[in-house]
């Protein structure tokens, strides 16, 4: 076969003739994972599955064998079956913390959120620092709640997050929308607010429905009162902006002009001299009016493809915002980027 050039012919014919004991099973285990690496997942699990079935197999071996085989499942899509094994391995009590990490991958990927909230409060037991996760996971039970128009449901999952991760923001943030639908717009400025205080990252996605929430209850001098208290302690361009837009209507284009102008210098961004242009057009014509459309034109062009969202573990990034990282699968660590081309 190797001569033919057929090496993976070669490859089972040499599995199927390597006797199996105590001296070559760290070879058939190298052989299974190298193939599970490169991609080969049929005949990664064929290995395992070979040496699973081999009766003089010690018990070590065979469990390995069988978190292997589990994990060889799982790469193939198989969730079911890798779902089985490691539930198994769970239950004998050996290879338990990793199965119980493979579990709660299983779990997030069918979206099970109350099995994956029951393996990650036993993952808790094991010493691991689960809080942010499970809170995270009380959240995605109150979206799901939310699309079936079950809100008590939802609220009540929202509130076991907050119990959970006091410094749960995203959970105030769905809390701030479902008070802001229904009217209640005083107690979804509550919601947001705290949300600021428990993650300021998130202003960026705060500032607009806490913006709303204000002129439906024509407060906006308190909004801005509130949000130039913000930009002292959390500069950000996105509060800028607001502010900007209140000063624009309330006082003019130059007054707006000036605010936006002095907190560029001091905090330089893209999308700050992107609103800057759009406030001069308003007041230009000529040439001077046709040289601006084409500066802004091009600014937005550039900011178009900027991403505005990074995740702070892997550097995953992106322009839209996933509370559980898809690259590095890490649940809050996907921000709103910052500086010069952030918001």
């Known amino acids: 076969y190797l001569i033919n050039e057929q090496p993976d012919k070669a490859v089972d014919v040499f599995i199927k003739l390597l006797e199996v004991d105590s001296d070559t099973v760290e070879t058939h285990l190298a052989l299974g994972s190298l193939f599970r690496r490169r991609g080969e997942v049929d005949r990664a699990i064929r290995v395992h599955q070979n040496l699973i079935a081999r009766p003089q197999l010690a018990k070590a071996h065979r469990l390995h ?5 589990g994990q060889d499942y799982l790469r193939a899509g198989v969730l079911d079956r890798a ?8 239950e004998l009590g050996e290879e338990d913390q990793p199965s119980l990490h493979f579990l709660l991958h299983i779990y997030q990927q069918e979206k099970d959120w109350h099995k994956a909230i029951e393996i990650a409060e036993k993952l808790q037991g094991h010493g691991e620092a689960m809080s942010t996760t499970i809170a995270q996971y009380h959240c995605e039970l ?20 907050q119990a959970i991760d006091r410094a749960c923001a995203r959970a105030s943030m769905i809390r701030g ?21 428990q993650d300021p990252d998130y202003i960026s996605e705060i500032v607009a ?12 001098d308190k909004l801005v009162v509130f949000l130039e208290e913000c930009l002292v302690k ?28 002095q907190q560029i210098q001091r905090q330089p961004s893209l999308r700050g ?17 046709e040289k601006l459309l084409i500066l802004r034109n091009f600014m937005n062009k550039l900011l178009a493809d900027k991403p505005i969202y990074r995740c702070a573990h892997c550097g995953f990034s992106g322009r839209t915002l996933y509370w559980l990282c898809p690259s590095c699968h890490h649940w809050n660590t996907v921000k709103p980027i910052r500086g010069l081309e952030g918001s």
């Open 209 to 220: 429905p806490l913006a709303t929430c204000y002129q439906n209850l024509q407060e906006e």
């Open 142 to 161: 109150a979206e799901q709640m939310i699309s079936k128009n079950r809100t008590t449901d939802a609220l009540n999952d929202l509130k076991r997050a």
């Open 83 to 90: 779902e089985r094994l490691f539930l198994e391995l769970v």
């Open 273 to 289: 001299l992107s609103h800057l242009v759009e406030l001069y057009l308003l007041n230009s014509s000529g040439d001077a009016q």
């Open 177 to 197: 929308r479902l008070e802001s639908e229904v009217g209640r717009y005083k107690e979804a400025i509550r919601c947001y607010k705290r949300g600021i205080t």
């Open 234 to 261: 959390y500069p950000r361009i996105s509060l800028v902006l607001v502010i900007s837009d209140y000063l624009h209507r309330q006082h003019g284009e130059k007054v707006a002009i000036e605010f936006i102008a």
């Open 65 to 69: 064998e069988l978190s292997e085989l």
